[in-house]
Structure formats: structure tokens, C-alpha cells
């Protein structure tokens, strides 16, 4: 659809008596489409729903969410190809999205951020030693040499 000043260009140049090709040629539009604003645009119609391959067994979902607390989209797609549903998992999760209870009750997480070299980061790590020809599994602590990004106070690990 043209803006209404088009629109009012495209009358006020009828009113002057100028043809149809030469006000296309003005405006900068098709001719059919000046034809069509002198006639009077009919409104347009908005055209009907397309019915989804998922709309029979909407209801099934939706009992399957009250009922079950079922929200897992992958499990949802395996029981509904075996009632013979040919549809993939994004029209799913698109339909179940709104469906879903919002996260009430859990707060964001907080960062903990720090100045550059005001702390040292601590790793569990896990080694195997070779004792009397058994190998056991010891934890330690031991500490990691971080670095801070200049740009960001993102921790880059040396390599």
C-alpha cells in the first residue's frame, strides 16, 4: 500500500488532467497501480488461517501440560509421531512457548565481580598416580593462574 501522500499526489494530478502513464511516470509507480488509487482501493481483506498440521492434536498437548507437567518439547514430538503426527519440533515448541508457567520464584543470578588481581581462582582437579602397580584417583587443590581480558572482566584461562 502507497502513503496517503501518493495517494493525494495521484488525485491532485487526475485533477489536473494529466493521463494515466504520465502521472506512473510523475509518482514513479506502475500504471496499474494508478489505475487502481483512482478507482478507490478496495480495503484490504485479511486473507483466512491456514490450518496447521499440528491443530488436531492441540488438545492432546494441552492435556498432556495440565495433567502430565509435561513441557519437554522432544518428548512431546516422540509420543505425538507415534499417533502419527508428520510435523518437526519447531511448530511445537512455537505452540507450547506461550503455554509454559514463567520461572516465578526463582531470583537472577547475581555476578560476583572483582578488580583485576584482587583474587586468585581455586580448581578441583583430579590426577590418577600410578601407587604399587594400582592406580588411584587423588583431588587437590591447586591453584590457577588467571588473566584478565583488557576489554571485558571476562577470566581467560592460560593455555
Not at 66 to 84: I, K, P
Not at 100 to 121: C, D, F, L, S
Amino acid at each position: 500500500m502507497k502513503r496517503s501522500g501518493t495517494i493525494n499526489t495521484i488525485h491532485e494530478l487526475a485533477a489536473q488532467g494529466k493521463s494515466i502513464r504520465a502521472i506512473a511516470r510523475i509518482v514513479g509507480i506502475a500504471r496499474n497501480t494508478v489505475r487502481r488509487y483512482l478507482r478507490g482501493k478496495p480495503e484490504a481483506v485479511p486473507r483466512p488461517k491456514r490450518p496447521s498440521v499440528l491443530d488436531p492434536y492441540k488438545a492432546q498437548i494441552r492435556r498432556w501440560m495440565q495433567e502430565d507437567h509435561l513441557y519437554n518439547c522432544e518428548t512431546m514430538v516422540e509420543r505425538l509421531h507415534e499417533q502419527g503426527y508428520r510435523g518437526n519440533g519447531t511448530i511445537l515448541r512455537a505452540f507450547v512457548h506461550p503455554l509454559r508457567p514463567r520461572n516465578v520464584g526463582h531470583p537472577p543470578v547475581i555476578r560476583y565481580e572483582t578488580k583485576p588481581g584482587a583474587q586468585m581462582q581455586y580448581a578441583i582437579t583430579s590426577r590418577k598416580d600410578k601407587i604399587a602397580s594400582s592406580t588411584a584417583l587423588r583431588r587437590s587443590w591447586a591453584p590457577r593462574a588467571c588473566a584478565l581480558s583488557p576489554l571485558s572482566n571476562a577470566v581467560i584461562p592460560p593455555r
